[in-house]
T-cell receptor, first 112, second 118 residues
């Protein structure tokens, strides 16, 4: 059973702080990793993706990947109340035509 | 780019009736689309993989005769919930990858359909 694990939270941070969201996955053959944000009642929207070990930065967001530890994280700098949402980690095992496997998501609450 | 449109956004139907949900890729062709279902405070669960011109592949535990999938063109997949019951009430979301960008490219999601069966 291929699994993606996330702490459900809620993770509460004050405005302006760094929010750190973590995710582990079970399939060592996984090749690509995605972070989606989902507001209540809405569908997921892509934040960023990462394929290679190390860090990838996009604006206030940084994704970190460590394939040896089967661990991927998302850092949100200068957190804003509008960042309050559920963040979903998703993994692609790389087999042709396969869907993403999603974690249960971490709920982030940014207080002003 | 890579816009996925889903219709309707919400639907209320009576128990025993059928509901059709449409998923369209507006600016790209999608030979494969994915249907997910999400119950309140749960994650997205893959229901089935829709393949253009061939039968859909269903995940374990998903009844193929209840959730009919048709992928008649490179831009349209439909999910029909037949003989709906209250336990089918959920948030149904379709997704697709933009063609030619490789299997590791992200999924783009439709806006979802909130189904309520009374």
């Amino acid at each position: 059973q291929k699994e993606v694990e996330q702490n459900s939270g809620p993770l509460s941070v004050p405005e302006g702080a760094i929010a750190s969201l973590n995710c582990t996955y079970s399939d060592r053959g996984s090749q690509s990793f995605f972070w989606y944000r989902q507001y209540s009642g809405k569908s997921p929207e892509l934040i960023m993706f990462i394929y290679s070990n190390g860090d990838k930065e996009d604006g206030r967001f940084t994704a970190q990947l460590n394939k040896a530890s089967q661990y991927v994280s998302l850092l949100i700098r200068d957190s804003q109340p509008s960042d309050s949402a559920t963040y979903l980690c998703a993994v692609n095992t790389g087999q042709a035509g396969t869907a993403l496997i999603f974690g249960k998501g971490t709920t982030l609450s940014v207080s002003s | 780019g890579a816009v996925v449109s889903q219709h309707p956004s919400w639907v209320i139907c009576k128990s025993g009736t059928s509901v059709k949900i449409e998923c369209r890729s507006l600016d790209f062709q999608a030979t494969t689309m994915f249907w997910y279902r999400q119950f309140p405070k749960q994650s997205l669960m893959l229901m089935a993989t829709s393949n253009e011109g061939s039968k859909a592949t269903y995940e374990q535990g998903v009844e193929k005769d209840k959730f009919l999938i048709n992928h008649a063109s490179l831009t349209l997949s439909t999910l029909t919930v037949t003989s709906a019951h209250p336990e089918d009430s959920s948030f149904y979301i379709c997704s697709a990858r933009a063609g030619g960008t490789g299997n590791n490219s992200p999924l783009h999601f439709g806006n979802g359909t909130r189904l309520t069966v009374t």
